[in-house]
């Protein structure tokens, strides 16, 4: 059994190396929009199932294919008039369910990186051999449908296990999501390669508000506002990340895009503001802070204790 996940040295908020973003932006904030697809009948998985009710259970999967046919396009126009890119965390079977999304994605030069196949086909109890197949596929997929190489990984329904991580190194993704440990970069220990974590978040996103809290809306928007406002004082003694990661069949519902659109305005109405990609947050991180927090970390200085 494993007493911790191992994959990250601990690592105290203050004192580390202090990190800039490009043009001396206090902030990256970038957007997550989980673009998904579920099987109606997926294959079973003895430590998971995606539905609560029985299968077929055509209620929630309608549900969730309301994002895909509405919610998507609402949410795509409210962040296309703020000039907010996406990275989505793509199910790439939606390249061939659904290839105007993806068609859409590219005209607004969002990025696209993998959350697996689909997001009822788990990684739990895959082999390493298993897990490479995905991510080849996901490669391919991608590289065929934009053009873009595959830089970034969210494994489906983040169930990745003890050895995801080393894998996706040795494949040559470049950033997880898979820890959401921190509110900057930080490399992570791997066996092969390099990688590193992009700050993910569970605390703004809006399956765990909307899905299991019932969050209001307007309750929604003033916590992404106290979100960035934080991150953003802090980022001016050392640089922060903020992500916000979307559903569409939750955040595109009427009743809720406006809280969207509100918290967008507020964010983009500040100045020191990186609105950046996933990829390129850790294209910086990785060319310019990388080799200094590791060194850092393994120096034995507060924050570099094993």
């Not at 099987?39 to 994002?67: A, C, F, M």
């Not at 949410?75 to 859409?104: F, K, Q, T, W």
């Not at 996901?138 to 995801?164: H, K």
């Not at 019932?214 to 929604?220: D, G, L, Q, S």
Request: charged share 20%; glycine share 8%; hydrophobic share 35%.
């Amino acid at each position: 059994m494993l007493s911790e996940p191992g994959h990250y040295d601990y690592a105290p908020y203050t004192g580390r190396p202090r990190i800039v973003w490009p043009g001396g932006a206090r902030i990256a904030v970038w957007l997550a929009p989980n673009i998904e697809h579920y099987e109606l009948e997926p294959p079973d998985n003895p430590r998971k199932t995606p539905w609560p009710r029985p299968v077929p259970d055509i209620l929630n999967y309608s549900h969730r294919d309301y994002g895909n046919r509405t919610g998507f396009w609402r949410m795509a126009d409210v962040m296309a008039r703020h000039g907010v890119r996406g990275s989505v965390s793509l199910n790439v079977a939606v390249c061939d369910h659904y290839p105007e999304i993806v068609e859409r994605c590219c005209a607004l030069g969002w990025e696209l990186f993998s959350h697996g196949t689909y997001n009822t086909r788990y990684f739990y109890d895959l082999s390493e051999d298993q897990q490479r197949a995905v991510i080849a596929d996901s490669r391919e997929t991608i590289r065929r449908v934009s053009g873009q190489s595959l830089d970034g990984w969210l494994t489906p329904a983040i169930t990745n296990d003890e050895t995801t991580q080393h894998v996706l190194a040795e494949e040559g993704i470049k950033y997880t999501l898979d820890m959401v440990h921190d509110d900057q970069p930080m490399p992570v220990k791997v066996r092969n390669g390099r990688l590193i974590s992009v700050p993910y978040s569970l605390e703004v996103n809006d399956v765990p508000l909307f899905q299991t809290r019932n969050t209001p809306v307007e309750r929604y928007t003033a916590m992404v506002k106290a979100q960035f406002d934080q991150l953003y004082a802090e980022g001016a003694e050392n640089g922060t990340v903020m992500c916000l990661p979307l559903h569409p069949y939750l955040i595109g519902q009427p009743q809720r895009i406006a809280a969207l659109d509100a918290a967008l305005a507020h964010i983009v109405g500040h100045d020191g503001v990186w609105l950046a990609t996933g990829r390129e947050i850790a294209a910086w991180y990785t060319e310019h802070y990388y080799e200094t927090v590791s060194s850092w970390l393994a120096s034995g200085t507060p924050g570099g204790r094993r």
